[in-house]
């Protein structure tokens, strides 16, 4: 018997965004290689994310290491636009004291 090799999309998909996501999940490729980089087993990915598939998280960990190089530019790149994004947000909204304004606004507002 022979064996029939066919070619299959890795399942990485750009969300509107541009975010990979990894199976037709909400699960991103940050999170898949963040796990696995801390030294998660593809099993215990997809325990803690239980929409995943067990073969996918091994097809995205593969991408992964035979693309290092690229995802390793995709993730900076998403890690220096959301410290842009958290930079912005705390411009417009300053965090400081942030609790004592909820707490007060919550006191004028009870009946």
Do not use: C, S
């Not at 290491?65 to 995802?71: A, F, K, N, Y």
């Not at 609790?99 to 007060?104: F, S």
Request: proline fraction near 5%; aromatic fraction near 8%; hydrophobic fraction near 40%.
């Amino acid at each position: 018997m022979t064996l029939t090799v066919e070619p299959a999309a890795v399942p990485l998909a750009a969300d509107r965004d541009g975010v990979m996501r990894v199976g037709g999940t909400r699960v991103t490729l940050d999170t898949v290689v963040g796990a696995f980089r801390d030294g998660a087993t593809a099993e215990e990915i997809v325990q803690q994310y239980p929409t995943l598939q067990l073969a996918d998280v091994y097809w995205v960990i593969g991408y992964f290491l035979h693309h290092q190089p690229e995802v390793d530019k995709y993730l900076a790149d998403r890690q220096q636009r959301a410290a842009l994004l958290q930079a912005q947000n705390e411009a417009q909204f300053d965090p400081v004291g942030i609790r004592d304004r909820l707490l007060a606004r919550r006191a004028t507002q009870r009946p």
